[in-house]
């Protein structure tokens, strides 16, 4: 038996030739980025053309319409019978509209995802963060405005209700829009 020893000068040249020509490779490469592998498995879960839940909901409301989107969004894809299953989260006071409305959301929303959901499901609950509206402040009335408003009602001859219909006619005014500049503001309704 022959015992070679590391000092070996043909072996260590050997070595050196090998190392040279090939390159390391790491025993399990991980990926490069965790959206790569989400990727990876979801391509192997759904159809190459599917929608996904959230491209419905930034769409949602030029899927369904203003007043359904105002109703209902949409809360997960779910695999059905032939295709997949949409969950709406529903204003309770709307459930039974919806219901009503649900073959043609999901004709729009099938349309919208590639043609592959069969079924609709539909829960009851808030809604959660709505998109809020602007609110635009109360312009407050100018001097010349609140002494029309004064006038038009001094024919009331009950102090209450006058008092009561000028208020009324104040917050009506004061909860306009602006005008843009150079507008002149708009008319008394009196």
């Known amino acids: ?13 050997r070595a050196r030739v090998k190392l040279r020509y090939t390159k390391a490779k790491p025993v399990h490469p991980g990926p490069k980025t965790i959206g ?7 391509r192997k879960k759904l159809p190459q053309k599917a929608a ?5 909901k930034v769409n949602w409301k030029d899927i369904v319409g203003e007043q359904l989107a105002r ?5 997960k894809l779910t695999p059905a019978k032939g295709g997949r299953r949409l969950t709406l989260m529903v204003v309770p006071a709307a459930a039974g509209l919806v219901q ?3 073959e043609i959301i999901r ?3 099938s349309v919208a995802a590639g043609g592959d959901i069969t079924a609709i499901k539909i829960l009851q609950g808030h809604l959660g963060s709505a998109p809020k509206q602007a609110i635009s402040k109360p312009v407050p009335l100018t001097p010349e ?10 024919t009331i001859d009950d102090e209450k209700l006058r008092a009561a219909i000028v208020a009324l006619g104040e917050a009506v005014l004061t909860a306009e829009p602006e005008t843009p500049e150079g507008e002149s503001p708009p008319p008394l309704p009196f």
């Open 1 to 13: 038996m022959v015992k070679r020893s590391s000092l070996d000068p043909l072996e260590e040249a």
């Open 36 to 42: 790569m592998a989400a990727m990876r498995l979801a």
């Open 52 to 56: 996904t839940l959230s491209r419905l």
């Open 71 to 75: 109703l209902c969004r949409p809360e």
């Open 100 to 102: 009503h409305q649900s």
């Open 107 to 109: 004709q729009r929303v």
């Open 145 to 154: 405005q609140k002494d029309a408003l004064i006038a038009s009602a001094k």
